[in-house]
């Protein structure tokens, strides 16, 4: 066999697409190359360091161990979800706390602080009535899903409600006359709905 045979029966095999499917992707090649220029520049610090290694390695270790913790602290989804929080981080009052507070607030004329403490009234009133199971942490929109399943024929008015209080209590919009009065008629019709109704 002549050379040019065997290098062109080389070319050949080499052309099968099993090796190359078995060549590494893209990402794996970049990552190679990542840890490849890491280890290099961690030799390199190593070496310039007093005591190498024995003086990376922990100072290493704190710089990942405060990495951690800034990003444990700053976890904007845990801080977004207790906001958004029918509640919040306080402890909720009775319904009929709420109710008044809400009255206060309406009278004041601070309409954002009246719809949020009347859909307040709303929640807890359904949960002392048993229509909706506690749980902490409920939002208005999983209130008004776990109550419109209960309640079917106030599913609608129960998300619209949860659309107000959203908008005003974290989307920046005013809350209104007509919004903070939908909410009170609603508490009005759900206060009086028949256990027959929560049951269907």
Do not use: C, K
Request: hydrophobic letters at 50%; aromatic letters at 4%.
């Amino acid at each position: 066999m002549t050379r040019e045979e065997g290098a062109r029966i080389a070319g050949e095999e080499l052309s099968d697409p099993a090796y190359g499917a078995a060549e590494p992707g893209l990402v794996q090649r970049a990552l190679s190359r990542f840890w490849e220029m890491l280890t290099e520049l961690a030799q390199g610090a190593a070496g310039d360091l007093p005591g190498g290694w024995w003086t990376l390695g922990p100072l290493l270790a704190v710089l990942v161990l405060a990495a951690v913790v800034l990003i444990v602290r700053a976890r904007p989804a845990r801080r977004a979800s207790s906001a958004a929080a029918l509640f919040g981080d306080r402890a909720p009052a009775t319904a009929a706390d709420h109710r008044a507070a809400a009255e206060r607030h309406a009278a004041a004329g601070d309409l954002s602080a009246a719809v949020r403490e009347r859909l307040r009234a709303i929640a807890l009133d359904l949960e002392e009535r048993a229509v909706v199971a506690p749980r902490p942490g409920r939002t208005a929109t999983e209130l008004a899903a776990d109550a419109g399943e209960a309640l079917p024929a106030h599913r609608a008015a129960l998300e619209e409600a949860a659309v107000v209080f959203n908008d005003s209590a974290y989307g920046d919009r005013p809350a209104t006359p007509e919004g903070y009065r939908a909410l009170r008629d609603l508490d009005e019709a759900l206060s009086a709905a028949r256990p027959q109704e929560a049951a269907r």
